[in-house]
């Protein structure tokens, strides 16, 4: 068998396998071929029907980045009047190993044939969790554009370029754009568009805020905050959606806050989820102290907590404790 028997021959989007013969051996793989990011292949296994293989070569791009495939795949009869049996169209399909597409043929083939993939599209998945980007095209364009757009909207806050308004920080001062503010925030918005001493004066008084958390918050807004900031000002940031009505913020923190309580910080976070009405982490604080007995762990603080705490709070947490020894 020469190894013309195992190429693929594609062009940007299709591949074309032919297989001249069969019946002398009941299974056989493709080489490689290369369609987008992916090496593929092709297999085809012969017992009492014709099972038919795609999927894309182990590498660590396929663990983890695999290819959401849409594709129309046949068999064609090459000999005499050309002969198509079509699978259904395939769509939005993650691939990842040779068990995830696999096509049973019972009409019995005999002779030569072609195996004809035509992918529609591939996509990956987006890093931040929106829909699946194409790898092809306008979704490429895209994802390239907003990347750019993004890093050049970084370096106008970093560089300084063009700002107009000043943010006064309880340590220090910082330049930002107003327009950025406005449409990252009703509550900036309104500063700016109404005659107020902040559109007076160009200037927006934070005081609450060190000039580090303050950064923090400038740089989620201009979309370039790193994760180690992110976490180090979690709590300055909550405190920041609040108060300017940033609600992707808002959830932002909402959600990480929730990813790593502990007994050294689970009182502080069920007082902050009081506070700012976040009532996921309220229920899950109070269920890692009474379900869990952590409490236990805990006394000192959690009489010092009892003791200053909000009322209301208390009652709460009064209240779990008395369903869960009910289920004793």
């Not at 769509?91 to 083939?109: C, G, Q």
């Not at 529609?120 to 929106?130: I, M, R, V």
């Not at 069920?270 to 899950?284: E, G, V, W």
Request: proline share 3%; glycine share 4%.
């Amino acid at each position: 068998m020469t190894d013309s028997a195992y190429k693929v021959d594609t062009t940007s989007r299709l591949a074309q396998w032919r297989i001249d013969n069969l019946a002398s051996c009941t299974y056989r793989k493709s080489d490689p071929f290369k369609i987008g990011k992916w090496n593929w292949h092709l297999s085809v296994e012969k017992n009492r029907v014709l099972f038919v293989k795609l999927y894309p070569e182990i590498s660590n791009l396929t663990r983890d980045n695999p290819p959401i495939a849409s594709f129309i795949i046949r068999v064609v009869s090459s000999v005499g009047d050309r002969k198509y049996l079509t699978h259904p169209e395939i769509r939005d399909k993650v691939i990842k190993s040779n068990d995830d597409f696999v096509w049973a043929i019972e009409v019995p083939l005999t002779g030569k044939f072609i195996i004809d993939v035509e992918f529609l599209d591939l996509k990956t998945a987006s890093p931040n969790g929106e829909e699946p980007c194409s790898i092809w095209a306008g979704g490429f364009t895209q994802q390239r554009s907003n990347a750019t757009a993004l890093d050049t909207l970084g370096k106008m806050l970093t560089e300084g370029i063009h700002t107009d308004i000043t943010i006064n920080a309880a340590d220090g001062s910082i330049g930002a754009h107003r327009a950025v503010l406005a449409a990252r925030s009703p509550v900036f918005r309104s500063m700016f568009s109404h005659n107020l001493k902040e559109k007076e004066l160009s200037t927006v008084n934070i005081q609450d805020m060190s000039i580090e958390a303050c950064q923090a918050l400038l740089n989620y807004l201009y979309g370039i905050i790193k994760n180690d900031e992110f976490l180090m000002h979690r709590l300055a940031l909550l405190h920041a959606a609040d108060k300017y009505d940033i609600s992707d913020l808002r959830e932002a923190c909402h959600e990480s806050l929730l990813e790593d309580i502990d007994t050294k910080n689970v009182l502080e976070r069920l007082q902050n989820a009081s506070l700012f009405r976040l009532m996921k982490l309220k229920m899950t604080c109070i269920r890692y102290l009474v379900k869990f007995g952590k409490v236990f762990e805990i006394r000192d603080d959690f009489n010092c907590f009892l003791q200053n705490a909000d009322r209301d709070l208390i009652a709460e947490v009064f209240h779990e404790v008395l369903d869960a020894w009910k289920g004793f």
